[in-house]
């Protein structure tokens, strides 16, 4: 087996972190040691430290699970990213990382880091779930917050929540309507990263020379997006820094995410694994196109500067990079959690949702398929009953309030039972 990677690695140019490992201190504290995390937000603060300086070294708070925690502190808190593309493919070691906590061995230890003035970023990537009030991680970050005797702090959720500032200030203060210089921005986050697999740990081998158990994979492409309400002063991120994060969610939501649900549920009735496949099916690039100008594109008011057709196009050419694996059944996950502001948005508000009520009708048909296997928390109900009231009508799941708009989603899923998926999707 190759030697793991450490501070002491040799490494190939073309694979060195842009910072020198170990030669800054702690400024930000993470709560989540997720795949996404490292191959976004620690990569945007190692490029920060690299162009500007400054002491923002992330350390890293596992909730649960040691293992990545684990293989992060055998290798000097250093890992690697491993670029999925045809043409920019290659792998990078990041020195982001300054140490690291175990939340359910240690939660004292975490109280104390959150309680260190010296950091001055709190930053999140812990699913919808940790944002109850009665969760654990939210009573471990009261409790730091609460015993900074008033030091400035930034809270920024980056986790993929409609307006997730706002979501995590009412959490917080609900708990601790006392604490005062705290600031919660919402941010905007984009990466598609992919599970990490034996594949990822052996191109990572391949490229460095070392092994790296905590290898993550990831697309060329990433963006953030961030309100600019620091507390205490923040890294120089490579960034897109705005007054209202806003219209970039609804940009990302429906254009991207919403489109990738629509590759997901016509995919999977189509057979296919993969949502790259989904893309190549005859007739579904352009039925998207057409979806995101004629529907997406009038549902919202764009960031100033931004073509929502130009980013749609972007959003196929990233979905058809067939490195990612990126299947359809994994993006087919929780639809009634996500459709509501990935779809229902733009059928509910545009005056002809002919796509639009396709998608929803695709999503139905999926939902209600002896065939696939579907993974929503409300499963139970959608097999009981799967009729199209039952799922869109005033009382429904995924309520759509207009009666002509149901008889639309009605109609698509008779022709999707009739003529397959793949035909529906080629004359559209």
């Not at 059944?329 to 996500?338: H, I, N």
């Not at 429904?396 to 207009?402: A, E, F, K, Q, T």
Request: hydrophobic share 45%; net charge negative; glycine share 8%.
């Amino acid at each position: 087996m190759a030697t793991r990677l450490s501070r002491q690695s040799a490494l190939p140019e073309a694979c060195r972190p842009l910072v020198e490992p170990g030669s800054f201190a702690a400024g930000i504290v993470h709560l989540g040691l997720g795949a996404f995390h490292r191959a976004h937000q620690a990569v945007y603060t190692e490029a920060a430290m690299a162009r500007s300086g400054g002491d923002w070294g992330i350390v890293g708070v596992a909730p649960r699970s040691y293992s990545v925690l684990a293989a992060l502190s055998e290798q000097d808190y250093l890992f690697s990213v491993v670029t999925l593309s045809q043409s920019l493919a290659g792998t990078r070691a990041v020195a982001a990382m300054s140490g690291g906590v175990h939340a359910g061995s240690n939660p004292a230890g975490v109280i104390k880091l959150l309680a260190d003035p010296a950091i001055k970023v709190v930053t999140l990537t812990v699913t919808e779930k940790a944002y109850r009030p009665e969760s654990e991680m939210m009573r471990l970050l009261v409790a730091g917050l609460r015993v900074r005797c008033g030091a400035p702090v930034t809270i920024l959720s980056c986790d993929n929540l409609p307006s997730n500032g706002r979501v995590l200030e009412g959490v917080v203060r609900g708990l601790a309507p006392e604490l005062s210089h705290v600031t919660f921005p919402s941010c905007m986050v984009d990466r598609i990263v992919p599970a990490t697999t034996q594949s990822t740990l052996d191109r990572a081998v391949a490229d460095m020379g070392y092994a790296d158990l905590a290898a993550v994979a990831a697309e060329p492409f990433l963006q953030w997006v961030i309100e600019d309400d620091f507390a205490a002063g923040r890294p120089d991120w490579p960034a897109q820094f705005t007054g209202d994060v806003t219209p970039w969610e609804h940009m990302k939501l429906r254009a991207l995410n919403g489109v990738h649900s629509a590759l997901a549920y016509l995919g999977a009735l189509a057979g296919c694994t993969y949502i790259w496949e989904a893309l190549r099916l005859p007739g579904m690039a352009e039925l998207l196109r057409q979806y995101v100008a004629t529907e997406v594109a009038v549902s919202f008011d764009p960031p100033d500067g931004e073509d929502v057709v130009a980013y749609g196009e972007s959003v196929l050419n990233r979905f058809a990079n067939a490195e990612l694996g990126h299947k359809t059944l994994q993006v087919a996950m929780d639809g009634t959690q996500k459709l509501p502001q990935r779809l229902l948005c733009v059928l509910n508000t545009v005056p002809n949702p002919r796509l639009a009520t396709l998608i929803a009708a695709a999503w139905a048909e999926f939902a209600a398929s002896d065939t696939q296997p579907l993974d929503d928390p409300l499963a139970d109900v959608i097999k009981a009953d799967a009729s199209t009231e039952a799922l869109f009508g005033e009382a429904g799941l995924l309520p759509v309030h207009d009666a002509q708009r149901r008889a639309m989603i009605d109609g698509w899923r008779r022709e999707i039972a009739k003529h397959g998926p793949a035909e529906v999707v080629r004359v559209a």
